[in-house]
């Protein structure tokens, strides 16, 4: 067993302490962080899944393409989040979608209205990371299902600068513990090593220290 000095000992107790409470601090604000703005992008999607259900609704009854192309452009273009819009007809196909190269493989059967024709939310992960599908019924289904992804990548990003900016302050708290420490070990073990020193010399028979 590895024999560490008191002044060791110290040091290591309150830097140990530190950073078990500066992990346990960051581990619970990227858990609470993440519930938080994964709250907030389900919502976001949400309105404006209906949003975009309500404006699409007179194009498709006159069938404007270009006004929906118009209208999912615009949307994408304003709002970083959203990486696909696309409408499914009650016949089952796909419609007036903003992907260059078609609708990839398994997207489309990745999400489905309910059956009592509530919004349906799916968590997907794609070759971009996670995505948050939303399947929203367009006049209660009648003109199909409106499906909007919003990516998670812009909140992760929030969590991770924020969790390194944490763990940058956990770094300097640690070097500011060290120092503290440092002193507070020696002013605490130097009355001992004092004593120490004057006991061996007494036992070796100087008996003119105090």
Do not use: C
Not at 30 to 51: F, T
């Amino acid at each position: 067993m590895i024999n560490l000095s008191l002044r060791t000992k110290i040091i290591l107790s309150l830097t140990g302490l530190i950073l078990l409470f500066g992990f346990g601090a960051a581990y619970y604000s990227r858990h609470a962080l993440s519930g938080i703005l994964g709250s907030e992008l389900n919502e976001k999607g949400v309105n404006m899944g209906k949003s975009l259900a309500i404006q699409s609704d007179p194009f498709l009854l006159i069938e404007d393409t270009f006004s929906i192309y118009e209208l999912f452009q615009s949307t994408i273009r304003s709002d970083s989040d959203v990486r696909y819009i696309f409408i499914e007809l009650p016949s089952g196909v796909i419609r007036y979608h903003t992907f260059e190269k078609g609708i990839p493989v398994g997207l489309w059967q990745a999400n489905r209205a309910d059956s009592n024709l509530e919004q349906s939310l799916r968590v997907i992960n794609t070759n971009e990371g996670k995505v948050l599908d939303i399947a929203t019924p367009i006049q209660e289904g009648k003109y199909g299902t409106l499906r909007l992804g919003l990516s998670y990548n812009r909140h992760e990003n929030i969590i991770t600068q924020y969790i390194y900016f944490l763990l940058l302050l956990v770094g300097i708290a640690t070097l500011v513990a060290l120092l503290i420490s440092h002193f507070l070990a020696r002013l605490l073990t130097r009355p001992i090593a004092a004593l120490s020193k004057v006991t061996n010399a007494v036992a070796q028979g100087n008996l003119s220290l105090k």
